[in-house]
Each structure stands twice: as C-alpha cells, then as structure tokens.
Nanobody
Framework: QVQLQESGPGLVKPSQTLSLTCTVS??????????WSWIRQPPGKGLEWIGA???????NYSPSLKSRTSISRDTSKNQFTLQLSSVTPEDTAVYYC????????????????????????WGQGTQVTVSA
C-alpha cells in the first residue's frame, strides 16, 4: 500500500519561497496512470488543489497559483517537491501531498474545493506558517 510523507520547514518568512518534499513508499512515482498532487487547507477554509506532476514529469497547476508554483520530482529518491514563491501570511496552511489516478477532476483543476475522495492516497499533512 502506497504511503506519502510530507517534510519541510514549518515556518517561512514573507516574500520567501516555501519548499516541501513528499516522500513516497510502497509505490513508484514513475508508475503509469497516477498523478501526484499538492493540496493545502488554510485555517477555517476548505481544501485547495495547488498542482500535480505525472509519471513522466508533466505538470499541471491551479490557475490561481500557477505564477508562483513549481512542482518537480526526483525519481532516484521517489520524491516530488513543491516550491511556492513570494509567500504571504495567506499561504499559511496545512499542506498535503496526495496520489490520484489520472489528472484530478476537471472541477478541482478549475478551482472547486477538493474532497478527500478526489484522491486515493494522502499524506498526513504538514503545517506551514508564513510569518516574520
């Protein structure tokens, strides 16, 4: 059974770049069909899809975050990474990595709130606070 684990700094200063890594075990990020996503949940709000990367490194990003987001992967370590630049306190959230079969639903990509059932496997999440 695949397992995902987020890691990275819990505190980032405004204007800096947030960088998180998702380590995958029990399955390969090169497996055909799956997309690997980053999702976040700000305090008191719903789940928001950030972007995803597929088995050959093709990426897809939320239109609202695309200009600040970069997702990459390291197949030798079976990891994929999120970088979110020019962060503000509004980027404070619990950040999750997740796996889904194929691209997320069109509604998710277009900006509707994510539901747990939209993805088959989730990491436990990691809190990131943006503060000086």
């Amino acid at each position: 059974q695949v397992q995902l684990q987020e890691s990275g700094p819990g505190l980032v200063k405004p204007s800096q770049t947030l960088s998180l890594t998702c380590t995958v075990s029990g399955g390969s990020i090169r497996t055909i069909t799956y997309w690997w996503s980053w999702i976040r949940q700000p305090p008191g709000k719903g789940l928001e899809w950030i972007g995803a990367i597929d088995n050959i490194g093709i990426t897809n990003y939320s239109p609202s975050l695309k200009s600040r987001t970069s997702i990459s992967r390291d197949t030798s370590k079976n990891q994929f990474t999120l970088q979110l630049s020019s962060v503000t306190p509004e980027d404070t959230a619990v950040y999750y990595c997740a796996r889904g079969r194929g691209l997320p639903p069109a509604g998710v990509v277009a900006g509707r709130a994510v539901e747990r059932a939209d993805f088959s496997s989730w990491g436990q999440g990691t809190q990131v606070t943006v503060s000086a």
